[in-house]
């Protein structure tokens, strides 16, 4: 039986302080692949840091977004996941050479970083945190970091192929008073690590707490949906060619008769040519002075 819903389910045990959430990723996941030629490797490598990213994302009461990248010197260059508050996914990568073998840190080489960051959108200074690389896997990267810099006890389970993306998260809560059940977590944990691969991508949530969890008092609540959505736009686009500057625009229109650039995320193209141009530097002489710098 397959999950076709791409939405997030959260779920609490009623008399233990453990929290969980399933993420399926289907439609978000191939408007995501479709757009690149991503090798299997990284395309599986991306869907867990997709599902990673939504889990997280919806720990937290996020007004803006939550960004997950991994820099690497290897053959992968760029791993980058953004996530919204509303669920609202875009993600790419970057690589070069081969890439049909290879683990975590083979693909990333010896000075990979990963970098978690929190940017509210409202003009407010976003957080930015470096994540050690310490781990095979993105899970388990992941899991050292909410532990150590956190304090948050979390466990990841992630899957990825070249249909579905899915993952379950499992964060021990602080706790208000002594727990009639100093056992859970642990049993809570070691019941999620019977759990295959080809069940998380392939059983709704719901089947997924029941099999795991059918002998607990769980309490489910309502999916929330997951979607692609990129924020380019034209406009976006026109505000970063002010920023290059009326001399450098000049230049490359010179040189090729128009400005062309493709989104990363969305693989969407925006053409500016002499006209587009002069409409675009036209905008800032016509602005007053204090709202001409960005």
Request: glycine share 8%.
């Amino acid at each position: 039986m397959k999950n076709s819903l791409d939405s997030l389910r959260r779920f609490l045990f009623e008399h233990a302080p453990i929290r969980g959430e399933i993420v399926h990723l289907d439609a978000t996941w191939q408007s995501v692949i479709e757009r690149h030629d991503y090798p299997p490797v990284l395309r599986d490598l991306m869907g867990e840091l997709c599902a990673a990213t939504v889990l997280l994302a919806a720990t937290l009461k996020l007004h803006g977004s939550m960004v997950l990248q991994i820099h690497g010197k290897g053959r992968v260059k760029l791993l980058v996941v953004e996530c919204t508050g509303d669920l609202e996914l875009r993600a790419t990568a970057k690589w070069e050479g081969d890439l049909s073998h290879g683990t975590l840190q083979d693909l990333v080489g010896g000075d990979g970083r990963f970098v978690i960051t929190l940017d509210p959108k409202d003009g407010n200074q976003a957080y930015q945190g470096i994540i050690a690389l310490e781990g095979d896997s993105i899970s388990e990267i992941l899991q050292n970091y909410m532990t150590r810099s956190e304090q948050l006890e979390t466990r990841l389970w992630l899957a990825a192929d070249g249909k579905h993306a899915a993952g379950m998260l499992l964060q021990k809560l602080p706790e208000q008073q002594e727990s009639p059940d100093e056992d859970a977590w642990g049993r809570a944990v070691q019941i999620a690590a019977t759990l295959s691969p080809d069940e998380l991508l392939g059983l709704p949530a719901t089947e997924l707490v029941h099999r795991l969890y059918h002998e607990e008092d769980i309490r489910l609540f309502d999916a929330q949906p997951v979607v692609f959505r990129c924020t380019c736009s034209r406009e976006n686009v026109a505000r970063m060619l002010r920023m290059l500057g009326r001399e450098e625009v000049d230049s490359i229109l010179a040189e090729r008769g128009d400005v062309e650039v493709h989104c990363e995320f969305c693989n969407q193209g925006y053409v500016f040519d002499c006209v587009d141009a002069n409409a675009v530097f036209a905008d800032i002489a016509s602005m007053p002075a204090s709202q001409t710098f960005h």
